[in-house]
């Protein structure tokens, strides 16, 4: 067995302003593509400024003219093969195992697993969204209580082209009307950043000059508020979210999600239904 490993220069820049953490994704040249590495810099990142008493309020952000394009399926530094310090749950490590127990065990882990304790975080989360959010970019901003977008933001899940029923944190029947989930899964087009804050998907849409000062802006405001009254709020609207099913939603989709992907490596060229990263960028085209 390999030894678990740490990537050692993490892909994640860390700021406090004030009573703010700026927790910004630094891969741009690859539009924020969430390879293990980042991931598992992503959770220091948030465990830091859970640990932080001078925080009050984080804000998630990426780098360059993307949030993020979602989870690494292409970029010269796609590590889903490696083993990492597991963080989020009890399911072994996955690079020495095969098929659906390697995949079942590291997606437990680094997506569906990484987010549900984030959205946990005591704290409040804004995402600050420019350009991309795509597939596993949703599930970024999706964890965040509050989500800022500029003028020229999109969000897609386009999964269901290679056979699967959207990303791994299936929060899209909370997020957003159902109706309007499905049409976002069944066509895989791009939402704009009006059309999400119509459905109630963003909290604000801004000018993408203006789109980290107007974050910043309401994150101050927020953290103007008292800390427990912030976390027992946070919390208060959580619990609400999985009386409603988001929790078991979420395991139920799990399943499928997982059984796409066996589905997949049986008649298709691979677990992904052969779709890689220029034959999803042909189909968006």
Not at 84 to 94: C, E, I, M, T, V
Not at 156 to 163: I, K, L, S, T
Request: charged share 25%; hydrophobic share 45%.
């Amino acid at each position: 067995m390999s030894a678990a490993r740490t990537a050692p220069t993490a892909p994640v820049r860390y700021e406090r302003r004030g009573p703010v953490a700026v927790i910004t994704m630094d891969r741009p040249a690859y539009r924020n593509a969430q390879n293990s590495a980042l991931t598992y810099a992503l959770d220091e990142a948030f465990y830091r400024a859970a640990d932080d008493d001078e925080v009050k309020v984080v804000v998630l952000a990426g780098a360059g003219k993307h949030f993020s394009a979602g989870h690494d399926i292409g970029t010269p530094e796609r590590d889903a093969h490696l083993p990492f310090a597991r963080r989020a749950g009890l399911w072994w490590d996955h690079s020495d195992k095969a098929g659906a127990e390697s995949r079942f065990a590291r997606e437990s882990e680094v997506y569906l697993g990484m987010c549900r304790r984030w959205r946990e975080l005591p704290k409040p989360m804004i995402a600050s969204v420019q350009g991309a959010c795509v597939a596993g970019g949703l599930m970024l901003a999706w964890v965040c209580d509050l989500i800022v977008a500029a003028e020229d933001a999109f969000f897609a899940d386009p999964v269901v082209r290679m056979g699967i029923p959207g990303v791994e944190y299936f929060a899209h029947p909370w997020v957003m009307p159902p109706r309007i989930a499905k049409e976002l899964l069944y066509t895989g087009d791009r939402m704009t950043a009006r059309r999400a804050y119509e459905v109630g998907m963003v909290n604000r849409v801004v000018p993408r000059a203006e789109l980290a000062d107007r974050t910043m802006e309401l994150a101050t405001r927020i953290a103007e508020m008292p800390r427990m009254g912030l976390a027992l709020t946070k919390r208060a609207v959580n619990q609400a979210e999985d009386l409603q099913g988001l929790h078991s939603g979420m395991d139920a989709v799990f399943g499928l999600h997982h059984l796409a992907h066996a589905h997949n490596a049986e008649t298709a060229p691979d677990a992904l239904g052969g779709m890689d990263i220029r034959a999803m960028k042909a189909a968006d085209a």
